[in-house]
């Protein structure tokens, strides 16, 4: 599976968008995109996926780049319950996912 | 409950000892999958079932680690001989049958913590 590169922190004001940003130039053309957050000492939580269109739901959005080489995921309007770890992952299998280090997200009021 | 189940939430052992870990998924998830988070790390994939098919072992770390899955529902990781690098937290998910596309959300459990003395 392709590696990911994301930034280790990042901080974003309460109610502001937070933006994560994630390299996957290696990404091969059956990969998916996947996010997910951990939030301290609980497990880890699906956010969203996409293949090569941008995708929304209730929670995020995704949007990935034309070449594919990198995504954003989009928290429209950070609460304090957003602060974690966000794992951008990419994979064939949606099992062995490879979580790395992850972004750790801090939203202060 | 309707979230992944998972116990003992806290095991404190000593090395050389043997442990079970178990999970009980959603009910009706017919995919079921084992990862370990050791200490400031992420997630490392060990173990997956699908259904009836034969599980995924490739991400079993060495032959003291072993996983069965009975009836489809509940399954049980064991560790023989605990070592102190072991010492993690082991966590569960389980998905529904995926879609054409083969793609799902991961459920996941609260985990277990193991720390091995």
């Known amino acids: 599976d392709a590696k990911t590169t994301q930034p280790p922190s990042m901080d974003c004001a309460e109610g502001r968008a937070a933006n994560l940003p994630c390299n996957h130039s290696t990404i091969s053309g059956n990969e998916y995109v996947y996010w997910y957050r951990q939030i301290h000492s609980q497990g880890p939580q699906y956010i969203i996926h996409?293949?090569?269109n941008n995708e929304t739901n209730e929670m995020a959005s995704l949007i990935i780049t034309e070449d594919r080489k990198s995504s954003t995921l989009i928290l429209p309007h950070a609460t304090l319950r957003d602060t974690a770890v966000y794992y951008c992952i990419v994979s064939v299998n949606d099992y062995k996912l490879s979580f790395g280090a992850g972004t750790t997200v801090t939203v202060r009021a | 409950g309707a979230g992944v189940s998972q116990s003992p939430s806290n095991k404190v052992t000593e090395k050389g000892k043997d442990v079970e870990l178990r999970c009980d998924p959603i009910s009706g998830h017919t995919a079921l999958y084992w990862y370990r988070q050791s200490l400031g790390q992420g997630l490392e994939f060990l173990i997956y079932f699908q259904g009836n098919s034969a599980p995924d072992k490739s991400g079993l770390p060495s032959d003291r680690f072993s996983a069965e899955r009975t009836g489809g529902s509940v399954s049980t990781l064991t560790i023989q001989r605990t070592q102190q690098e072991d010492s993690a937290v082991y966590l569960c998910?389980?998905?529904?049958?995926?879609?054409?596309?083969?793609?799902?959300?991961?459920?996941f459990g609260e985990g277990s913590r193991l720390t091995v003395l």
């Open positions: 998910a389980s998905s529904p049958l995926r879609f054409l596309t083969g793609v799902g959300e991961l459920f």
């Open positions: 996409g293949l090569k």
